[in-house]
């Protein structure tokens, strides 16, 4: 693991002492590693680990019916719940409430206001620390960009992300969106989102990235309504289920109407 | 169980005492409690629930006589695991047809009675084709165009054949079937269900057809047509209309990104709305679909209210 070191301090002790919870909600940015840190809880319990395919209703049920009847300590890892449907998050209150004997399930989470709260109350939520310089200077490659790699990324998620993309190529891309948004047509505008990913199986680059991205370099460039506009997307960016491709589009209106 | 296994069974005379029936098809279903009926020299008695009969049942007699009882989604034999148990053994010489309108594969009963439900399924068309062509002297086209608005289901193919045969003894006698069928689906005697409208309801916000685009957006809502999937198309078309209609360049294609289906759609419905209207649609799209998702306002309200801005503004 990288980083994490007072988390890992504080659940080694809770384990030492035999208090560490049965269900566990972890919080962490994307690419902040929360679904292996879920692999690395189960083996300081020494248990196994079972990661869940997807957070759909019957996955939830199958995995529930599952922990009734394993007879080692288990791991299961709901990864990635943000966009939990509420059938599922409702499957799994009873188990949290009453988890069966040598059931420990963990859950990742973007944001905990992704969750309900009858969920949240019936576990303990663990927020990831942030990861130092030094920490992510650790997971660079690419030595010749490092100090915009360090600008752009806060999570080893995304430096593995900007580096697979080139981060030369991709900062000239931000840069170019940034010098012509206000000034090409209309139509021509919209294309931008073309070169953005809005789904998983969509290719592109990825959307909160890119708008980290021209935060930091709208903020050099002191083009402040460009930072406000976007750091406001980017917050919006937390709810799963929002449409990325329209929230990409209402971004692009209000820093064209601005900055014209 | 399949409806094969169920036929052999009752040319074998071969009875259960329990059996399930799920599925849409309730026309067939019924053909076959005749047939067990038949079969087993047994009267059809429908129940309301089984604990109607559940005393009577327990209290035997030499004299009493044995019946197929015919109960629809009872809770009692669904839930009951003790009743379940002992259900053949209360029978006795009875024989008990569960219907069930839905099934759910998740539940306990299914996985316990997996191999005794039959599903009925919808008849293939070549099959149903056969069955009505039996029943009434209609064209293929007049027995098509029939399937086709009782969407293939058996049941109502016979209810609405049963119309045309009732029109034709009572109202209008020596009227040959097919001009007595085209008759009445013009004048809506036979139901015709409401059709996928949604991109018929996108067109007419685009054209600003007011009456037409709530008469669609009804019928949209009439067919179950997902809230966050019109307003998804709402928002993809008034975009591509917005990128045609504020292109300057010669070649609108290539400076949209739009494919030629998106293109030729979009130039349809070009200066119905300005600019400024069109973007204001795609905020209020936006705004809307983040609103919902975040529980601030409840979907029911938002096509409504983004048509109504649509058609008031500028």
Known sequence: MIGQSNLIRTIKQQIQEQSFPRFSIFVGESGSEKNEFAKYVATMLGANFVNLADCKVDTIRDMIADAYKIKTPT????????????????????????????????????????TLRTIQSRGAVYRLELYSSDELRACIHDRANMDIILELCSTPGDIEILESYGVTDFCSFVEKVINNIATVGGSNA??????????????????????????VICF???????????????????????????????????????WR | MEVTELKAQIQSHQIQPFHIFAG???????????????????????????A????????????????????????????????????????????????????????????????TIIEFEALKPEILHKYIDKEIPLSDENIDKLMEVC?????RCLLEIDKIKHYRNRFVKDIFPNDAFRILLKDGVIYTPPKDAIFDFVDAVLDRKVNTAFNLYQQ????????????????????????VQSCMSSDVGKSTGLNYFQLTNAKKHLNKYSNRMLVQILRLCQQCQQDVVTGRIDEEFVIDYIVTSAFIGD
């Open chain 1, 75 to 114: 791991v299961y890892g709901i990864n990635d719940a943000d966009g939990m449907s509420i059938q599922a998050k409702n499957s799994l209150l009873k188990v949290t409430e009453e988890p069966p004997n040598k059931a420990y399930f963990v859950m990742t989470l973007e944001s905990v206001d992704n």
């Open chain 1, 190 to 215: 919209f294309k931008i989102g073309q070169k953005i990913r809005f789904k998983d199986t969509d290719e592109g680059y990825d959307l909160r990235l890119f708008w980290k991205a021209f935060v």
């Open chain 1, 220 to 258: 050099k460039c002191n083009l402040y309504d460009g930072v406000r506009i976007t750091s406001r997307s980017l917050a919006k960016l937390r709810t799963k289920t929002i449409n990325r491709a329209m929230l990409f589009d209402s971004w692009l209106l209000d820093i064209r109407q601005i």
């Open chain 2, 24 to 50: 849409n098809e309730w026309k067939v279903q019924r053909v076959y409690l005749e047939m067990l009926a038949k079969v087993s020299g047994k009267e059809l008695r429908y129940i309301d629930a089984f």
């Open chain 2, 52 to 115: 109607d009969i559940y005393r009577s049942l327990n209290n035997r007699s030499f004299v009493q006589k044995s019946y197929i009882y015919v109960v629809r989604d009872d809770k009692d034999i669904m839930t009951e695991e003790k009743l379940q148990k002992n259900l053949v053994e209360i029978l006795g010489t009875n024989t008990l047809v569960l219907l069930l309108t839905t099934l759910d594969k998740r539940f306990k009963f299914y996985k316990t009675y997996k191999d």
């Open chain 2, 151 to 155: 969407e293939y289901d058996y049941g």
């Open chain 2, 220 to 243: 949209c809502m009439a067919v179950g047509e997902s809230t966050m999937a019109i307003l998804t198309v709402l928002y993809n078309n008034v975009k591509a209309v917005l990128q």
